[in-house]
């Protein structure tokens, strides 16, 4: 399959033009871009607001629940933004921020830190960055900040299974087709029915058990919407995070990559949030951003960081054009 730097009319946004290039893989984000299980933003600003505003959650995962799902406030405005333009983000740079804010507001009395450099750090995660070891803080800081970060966003994943995701995955397993982004399916056997190999890249925990085999939440949703998943399926494999290390999209692409030995010039990344469309752009993939036509904001960031394509549905017809089976300046494959 090659990728071509065209604009379809009223379709797909060509935002950064390119050359013409072989496409061999895809990594695609999840959540927003092929499922619409988890309703994540109201629970994450749930979660971040909280936190920013009342200080650390308790060590004990129930009573840190039981605190969330009692709590009457929820109108975290800076909370609610941070949560849309950080989508994408590993949830542990997502949990960081809401830690470093409380921290900002004094909330935090039994750590002694640096304030401006920790204010530095929660404007650098507001513009999508997520490694900061070239800052210089104690190593007390920097272990409260993995401790609490791990730690509330076990809580979060908790909380999004009962606010929203337990309760949609059961209907996505009557109705799968409902829980799907339109098109989403088509699009993916398209590319795979061209030679591509398909992966999910997620900044879920993804966990495997003594044989290699895929669990977790996300595991679950993907197996509901009906993703066959595993060698020579639609979708290659899945590729995520885990509960205690940050791991960027950017580094799980890179190691994908690396794992089969692909350059990043011939894969093409599908996403909807920044960090998978910044780690895509930056590495030399061809990215296409699927935001909706109402996400403004999101299509400014998307913008910014170079996308190559916008497009809000998968319209066979208007996909075939810019991603075609054989290659337009030879006229063959």
């Known amino acids: 399959m090659f990728a071509e730097s065209v604009e ?18 895809a990594f695609h984000d999840i959540d927003g871009t092929h499922s619409l299980i988890r309703d994540w933003v109201p629970v994450m600003t749930l979660i971040l607001g909280w936190i920013s505003k009342n200080g650390l959650l308790p060590d004990d995962g129930d009573v840190a629940l039981d605190l969330l799902q009692i709590n009457g406030d929820r109108t975290f405005e800076e909370a609610h933004r941070f949560s849309l333009e950080s989508a994408g983000l590993s949830a542990l740079t997502q949990m960081e921020w809401a830690v470093r804010n409380a921290m900002d507001r004094r909330h935090v009395p039994e750590i002694v830190f640096d304030h401006e450099i920790n204010r530095r750090i929660i404007r650098e995660i507001w513009n999508g960055k997520e490694l900061f070891d070239d800052f210089q803080e104690a190593e007390s800081v920097r272990k409260l900040i993995r401790e609490k970060s791990s730690s509330s ?37 398209y590319l795979h029915d061209s030679g591509v190999k398909n992966y999910f890249v997620t900044g879920a925990v993804v966990e495997y058990d ?22 020579g399926k639609l979708m290659e494999g899945i590729a995520g995070s885990v509960w205690n290390e940050k791991l960027p999209k950017k580094q799980i692409m890179e190691n994908l990559c690396r794992e089969l030995d692909v350059k990043p010039e011939n894969v093409l990344v599908v996403g909807d ?45 208007a996909i075939r054009k810019i991603l075609a089976d054989e290659n337009p300046l030879s006229g063959g494959k």
């Open 273 to 317: 949030g920044r960090s998978e469309i910044e780690a895509g752009s930056s590495l030399g993939c061809v990215t296409i951003s699927r935001l909706p036509g109402s996400a403004a904001r999101a299509r400014e960031i998307h913008k910014a960081l170079k996308t190559n394509f916008i497009l809000d549905s998968y319209n066979p017809d």
């Open 153 to 189: 966003f076990r809580v979060y994943e908790k909380l999004l299974l009962a606010m929203c995701r337990d309760e949609n995955l059961a209907a996505a397993r009557k109705n799968p087709e409902k829980w799907r982004v339109p098109g989403s399916m088509e699009f993916l056997r």
């Open 8 to 25: 379809v009319a009223g379709k797909i946004q060509l935002v950064t033009p390119f050359r013409t290039r072989r496409i061999l893989y």
């Open 210 to 231: 003594s044989g290699g085999i895929p669990s977790g939440t996300m595991v679950e949703e993907i197996l509901a919407l009906g993703y066959e998943t595993g060698p």
